[in-house]
């Protein structure tokens, strides 16, 4: 698949990212964020070194300040001595672009910071993903050795929510005056919190959130969270991916069960961010003693490998110059109603046994 | 894959659709949103009668005022003996249930009317699709006579503009106090407009909105629109897509190309939703005189058997329970790095052709 020179130009790539020079990972994450030539003989040459980062997920509403709280986050973890990566999602919002481009330059102050990396990500087209681009990013970055992964996602869509379940320790950022009372959460978002954090917690409102969230997870209440009724029902991913159906059942029956914490944070004066930091670690540990951590991350090698093989079949089918030509010919048969987009499925799927199943 | 009681009620399901009972509707709809067994059979049996109805789309920041225009919409076109559906497509925003449900409440002035069938489409799982269950749902409206089908969309995320972009008639509605100039729109929304309204026009900056969306489609500048550069580069879905690619190339290049004309309304009181009734009409008249009508409703078919074939690739490899434990049994040599996401994908491609090819 690859010419010489291609060949070659890798092979350099490859050759600095392993030396650590930060250029060539800007360049690797390029390569595997457009899924450019040669970027799954990449992912693969590196797959060795993934799993020594941490990964941390921040979801919210728009302005719920998550930049800023990143930003805080990451000069904490510097002066600790961490390398650090920032992921941001982007939504692919058609409305949104003002807000994100303010966020962006908040971001600037740590942005010059040589053991800092922050990359954006950009909406995709049907053949990637953004879900799973974000944790081919994520791998990159974790193979180049970096100690701490942030990935920053506004909670619309379900390819964030997807983003937020991949890492190790999801926090959930909300803020007084969103308007978004508790009640108006849906269930995957509150599924997925290891940890809240109440931001602009100076403002009215802030101990009324976090006494609405404490009610809900149990702890005022009297009651312990295994007695509650369970709100996750058994989703269609997990119909498809048993592993993740018994994570959700492993979680459920465990006797030292973690219970997230709600933390208060002004992210603009930096209060909270060390309770925050401590939480985190915290968690971190939790996720080691209980067996979480290596469910989670079997579970995201099990994602991984599902989003290679729909991806391969999505591009070996409708890249393929004879399918789309056959396909193309069945369309004014469709169009009288002679036969239906089930049967033309069937017949492209018999006839593609070959082409999907070798390289 | 039906046992005989299934197969019955199937067939009795059929039957009440054609004799045109709503209730017949209501179920056949909830077997195809949900993917109930036998789904496919039903969808299958009226294909032959999709493409009757008109299909508009109504996409929009939150707060546009979408729902209110689309009640008025529905009470217009039913005065002119017309029946009506509307699909109402829930972002799955975990942030947004308390909006909806006033919207939804705000619809209740037409629902009582026989004429007229309401569905909020909910959040799907990764087997099904967002995009590919409202096709699917606006198909069972469309086979069983329904004149006008509104589909109305947050315009936010991926799968809403897919959404958009597989109507007929784009409308994309925008307000003067969103915040939303049209600098910050991506290119994706404008893209797909047919037209623009402009609600909620008696509040300040209505016509500046106004003048600026103009400003953009070229009107003021002097510049016919086939001067200006093509804002829409060539995607990964158009890559996979040539239908796509090729009515996106065949209205640059159209002579008498249609420009989207850019209206005002006051959903609220009733202004200018007969200007919008006409220009939606003037847009019909548009479509089939250019051929465009046909391109866009091949597209939608071939769609249609891409999402089918792509749904069919995901249950038949994930629910297979072989395969999972195949799978399963790899994730220990994944975990220690002795092989690669990329290389099980392979072999399990490799594995799995018939799988694959045959039901």
Known sequence: ?????????????????????????????????????????????????VGRARRIGLTGPPGAGKSTL??????????????????????????????????RVRMEAVALDPGVFIRSMATRGSLGGLASATREVCDVL????????LVETVGVGQSE??????????VVVLVPESGDSIQTLKAGLMEIADCFVVNKADRPGADR??????????????????????????????LANPAKAARAA??????????????RSCATTGE?????????????????????????????????VIDVVEHRVRRRLWTDAATNAWLDERIPELERGGTTPYAVANALLARSGSLLSTE
Not at 142 to 149: E, S, T
Not at 162 to 170: C, K, M, N
Not at 210 to 216: A, F
Not at 250 to 262: F, L
């Open 161 to 170: 929510l997807d983003i937020a379940r991949s890492v190790d320790t999801s």
């Open 250 to 263: 492993a979680r459920t029956d465990d006797v030292a069960r973690w219970i997230p914490p709600v933390l």
């Open 70 to 103: 990143t930003t805080r986050l990451v000069a904490t973890y510097r002066q600790a001595g961490f390398t650090v990566g920032v992921v941001a999602v982007d939504p692919t919002s058609p409305f949104t672009g003002g807000a994100l481009l303010g966020d």
């Open 209 to 238: 959130l976090r006494n609405d969230i404490e009610l809900m997870l149990g702890l005022r209440s009297g009651l312990s969270l295994k007695d509650q009724p369970a709100h996750h029902g058994v989703s269609l991913s997990q």
């Open 1 to 49: 698949m690859l010419d010489a020179k291609a060949s070659a130009a890798l092979h350099t790539l490859a050759a600095d990212f392993d030396a650590g020079r930060t250029a060539a990972l800007a360049r690797a994450v390029s390569v595997v964020e457009n899924q450019r030539t040669g970027s799954d003989l990449l992912l693969a040459a590196m797959h060795s070194r």
């Open 272 to 304: 909270g961010i060390d309770e925050m930091i401590t939480a985190l670690d915290r968690h971190f540990g939790y996720l080691e003693q209980s067996g979480d951590l290596q469910r989670r991350r079997r579970t995201r090698l099990r994602e991984r």
């Open 142 to 149: 974790d193979a180049f050795g970096v100690d701490r992964i």
